[in-house]
C-alpha cells in the first residue's frame, strides 16, 4: 500500500483531469501505476466468492416465467435452424446472440437446465472482471475501488435474478460487452487510440445483439466524458455519432416489435401517475442497493381502484436530494457526480414512464446501474480507511459476509417454480404470483386450490385478462363449461385480440359438439397469431369430427412446421388418409410415424392401410406386433386377417 499522502494524492485525482499531451500522459501513467499495486489475488478472490454464492443456481431448474418461450418451448431452438433463429423475435426483442447462446445450451444438455444455469454464471464471472479493469482504468488504478465494486457487483442480492433466470441470458451476455465496450472507450478518452473507439463500435453492435437495453450505451459514455473532465465541444458530440445511430436504429426495430408483441403501453395510468412510477423506481433501486430485503421475482404496479402508497408521493423528494448531490460534486467531487448520473442514465429506460410489462420495478434492470453507486461506495471504502489496507478489507469483508448470505438465500429461492412464486406471494403478493402458482397447482392437478390462488388472483387485478383465461382451464379440466365460457368471453371483452382464449374457447365448443362455434374460434385466433401452434392441432381434431379430412390433414401439415418430430400427428394425418381411402398416402405418414417413435398402436394403424392396399401378410404381422405389445385388436379386424 502507499503512504497516506500518495494515497489522498492518488484517490482525489480519480475525477480526471483534461487531455494532457500524449508524452506527459504516459508519465502519469507510469507514476500512478507504480504508486498503485494490483494485489494478484484479488480477481481470484472475487470470482471464488461469486461462484460460491451462487452454487445454489447450479442445481436449479426451467422457471414458469418465459422459459418456455425461450427455451423449453422454444422450437426455433430445438428445430435446428440457425437462420431462423438468428433472425425471429421472442417476445417482442431482438437478441440474436442470446438466442445463439441457448441455442448451444440445447446442443449440449437439452432440456435439462444445468448447463444453462453454468453459462450464465460464467458470463456472470466474466462481468466481475470486466467490472474490476474498468474501476482500475477509471480510479487510475485504486485497487480498493476496483475490488470494492467488482465484489458488490458479483455478489448483490439484486443481480441474482439476472444469473440465476435462465431467460435472463440477455442480461449477463449483453452487460459483458457493455462492460467491455466502456472498458475500450476509457483507454480511447484517456489516448486517443482510434483502435479502441473502433473498439468500442464492435462492443456495442455486440451487445446490442445480446440484448435491446444496451441502447443506453452512448449515455454511459457521456458519464465516463464527466469524470475524465473531457471539454463538452462539437467534436466530444460527433464522436458519439456512430454510438446513436446503432442504439438508434436497433431501438426503432425493438420497439416495433414490441408494440406489434403487445408489450409496449399502458393506458390505464395517468401520466402524472407514471411518472411518479420513475421517481419511485429511482427511490426503491437505491434503497434496495443498501437494504435488499423481501426481494421478488415481481413487483407489481399499485392497484389502479386505491390510492398511491405514501413512498410514491415521497420519492420526487428523493430524486430532488439525489439532483441536489449530483449538481453539488460536479465541482467538489466528480466521483459522486459520476456515479448519481452513471445510475440514473442507465435506470433511464426501466423507469416505466412508458410502461413496458406490468412491474413497478424489476430487479434484473440494477445488473448495470449499480455499477456507478458501487464504485462511489469502492472510493468511500478507500478514501475513509487512506492507506490503512487492514480496515478497508476489514470493511469491505462485513459487506461482502451480509450481502454473501442474502445472495446464497435469493438464489436458492430460484431453484424451481415452486419455490420462487412461493416467495413472491410472501413478500410481495401480486396477481402474478398468485395466478402463476396456480397455473402450477393446475399442472399437479389440484384443481380447487389452483382455483383458490386464481379467485386471489382476480381479486388483486380485475382486469387482468390472462388470470380470467387461466382460471376457465381450471373449469374446462373440471367439466364445468359453462364457468369456462363465461371466463374465456371476460379474457377475450378485457383484450379482443387475445388468441389464447379464442383457442380455449373453440376447444370447449368442440367438446360441447358445437362446431360451427368452434371453428369460428379456432379460425379466429390463427387469423390473429398464424403461430399459435395450439391452434393448428384444435382446429384440425375438429375437421375430423366433421369428416373433412383434407382440411384437417391441412392443419395438421402446418402444426408439423412447428413440430416436425410429432411422430403421433404423422400417425393422426394416416388416419385421416385412411378415411379418404388413400391407403398409400396413409402408409407414407404412419412409416414416418413408426420412424420417429415405434409405438405400437402406429403398428396397429399401419395394418389397417396395408388391409385397405390388400397386403393381408403385412397387415396381420403388424396387427401381431401390435397385440405382443399390449394392444388389444378388434375382434372383426381379427378376424379378417385372419388372427382368430
Not at 449483453?174 to 472498458?183: C, D, E, M, V
Not at 475524465?228 to 426503432?252: C, H, Q
Request: with cysteine.
Amino acid at each position: 500500500m502507499p503512504n497516506k499522502k500518495n494515497f489522498r494524492k492518488q484517490i482525489d485525482s480519480v475525477g480526471g483531469t483534461k487531455r494532457k499531451s500524449k508524452r506527459h500522459k504516459l508519465h502519469t501513467q507510469a507514476s500512478v501505476k507504480n504508486n498503485m499495486t494490483i494485489p494478484a489475488w484479488m480477481i481470484p478472490a472475487i470470482i471464488l466468492v461469486t461462484a460460491v454464492a451462487f452454487i445454489p443456481t447450479l442445481s436449479a431448474g426451467f422457471v414458469n416465467l418465459d422459459d418456455g418461450d425461450y427455451v423449453t418451448n422454444n422450437v426455433l431452438i430445438k428445430s435446428g435452424s440457425l437462420k431462423q433463429l438468428l433472425i425471429t423475435p421472442v417476445q417482442g426483442n431482438y437478441h440474436p446472440l442470446t438466442m445463439l447462446s441457448l441455442y448451444i445450451n440445447y446442443t449440449i444438455s437439452g432440456d435439462h437446465a444445468w448447463s444453462y444455469h453454468l453459462f450464465n454464471l460464467l458470463f456472470h464471472l466474466v462481468n466481475c472482471i470486466l467490472v474490476f479493469r474498468l474501476v482500475i482504468l477509471l480510479s487510475n488504478r485504486n485497487a480498493i475501488m476496483a475490488f470494492t465494486a467488482s465484489l458488490l457487483f458479483g455478489i448483490h442480492p439484486m443481480h441474482v435474478e439476472s444469473v440465476a433466470w435462465i431467460s435472463e441470458r440477455k442480461d449477463v451476455l449483453y452487460g459483458l460487452f457493455f462492460l467491455a465496450g466502456l472498458i475500450s472507450y476509457t483507454k480511447y478518452a484517456d489516448t486517443g487510440s482510434k483502435r479502441q473507439y473502433l473498439l468500442t463500435i464492435l462492443f456495442l453492435i455486440l451487445s446490442l445483439l445480446s440484448k435491446p437495453a444496451a441502447v443506453i450505451f452512448p449515455a454511459a459514455l457521456f458519464c465516463i466524458d464527466l469524470l475524465r473532465k473531457r471539454t463538452w465541444s462539437f467534436k466530444l458530440f460527433m464522436e458519439k455519432v456512430p454510438f446513436f445511430i446503432l442504439a438508434s436504429a436497433l431501438g426503432i426495430i425493438v420497439m416495433l416489435e414490441q408494440k406489434a408483441a403487445g408489450a409496449t403501453g399502458n393506458e390505464t395510468f395517468s401520466t402524472s401517475t407514471k411518472i411518479l412510477f420513475g421517481f419511485y423506481a429511482i427511490m426503491m433501486y437505491f434503497i434496495k442497493m443498501i437494504a435488499p430485503f423481501k426481494l421478488a421475482v415481481f413487483y407489481p404496479f399499485p392497484p389502479i381502484n386505491q390510492s398511491l402508497p405514501i413512498a410514491y408521493y415521497l420519492s420526487p423528494l428523493f430524486f430532488l436530494i439525489l439532483a441536489i448531490t449530483f449538481f453539488y460534486s460536479l465541482k467538489r467531487n466528480r466521483v459522486v457526480a459520476f456515479s448519481i448520473l452513471f445510475y440514473l442514465a442507465n435506470l433511464l429506460l426501466v423507469l416505466q414512464l412508458l410502461p413496458v410489462g406490468s412491474a413497478v420495478i424489476a430487479e434484473r434492470y440494477t445488473y448495470i446501474p449499480y455499477l456507478g453507486l458501487f464504485f462511489s461506495i469502492g472510493w468511500l471504502i478507500a478514501r475513509s480507511t487512506m492507506a490503512n489496507g487492514s480496515k478497508a478489507y476489514a470493511i469491505i469483508f462485513l459487506i461482502t459476509l451480509f450481502f454473501f448470505v442474502l445472495t446464497w438465500v435469493q438464489a436458492s429461492v430460484w431453484h424451481d417454480s415452486d419455490t420462487l412464486w412461493d416467495q413472491a406471494i410472501k413478500t410481495q403478493p401480486s396477481n402474478k404470483a398468485y395466478s402463476n402458482r396456480a397455473s402450477l397447482l393446475r399442472s399437479e392437478k389440484k384443481y380447487e386450490l389452483a382455483l383458490d390462488y386464481f379467485n386471489k388472483a382476480i381479486q388483486l387485478s380485475v382486469i387482468d385478462y390472462e388470470s380470467y383465461n387461466n382460471r376457465g382451464n381450471i373449469y374446462f379440466d373440471l367439466k364445468k363449461s359453462d364457468l369456462a365460457l363465461n371466463d374465456y368471453r371476460k379474457a377475450i371483452s378485457l383484450k379482443p385480440d387475445y388468441y389464447n382464449a379464442m383457442d380455449n374457447m373453440g376447444a370447449q365448443f368442440a367438446i360441447l359438439g358445437q362446431y360451427d362455434s368452434a371453428l369460428k374460434y379456432e379460425s379466429q385466433a390463427l387469423l390473429l397469431n398464424p403461430d399459435h401452434k395450439p391452434a393448428y392441432s384444435n382446429r384440425a381434431l375438429i375437421y375430423m369430427k366433421l369428416n373433412e379430412n383434407e382440411k384437417a390433414i391441412k392443419d395438421w401439415t402446418k402444426y408439423l412446421q412447428f413440430d416436425p418430430n410429432a411422430a403421433d400427428v404423422y400417425n393422426i394425418i394416416g388416419s385421416c388418409y385412411q378415411a379418404m381411402r388413400k391407403y398409400k398416402e396413409a402408409l407414407i405418414s404412419t412409416n414416418k410415424a413408426i420412424s420417429l417413435n415405434p409405438d405400437p398402436v402406429f403398428y396397429l394403424n399401419r395394418a389397417y392401410s396395408y388391409y385397405g392396399l390388400k397386403d393381408f401378410v403385412s397387415a396381420k404381422r403388424d396387427a401381431m406386433f401390435a397385440k405382443q405389445h399390449g394392444i388389444q385388436i378388434p375382434g372383426d379386424f381379427a378376424k379378417v386377417v385372419g388372427m382368430q
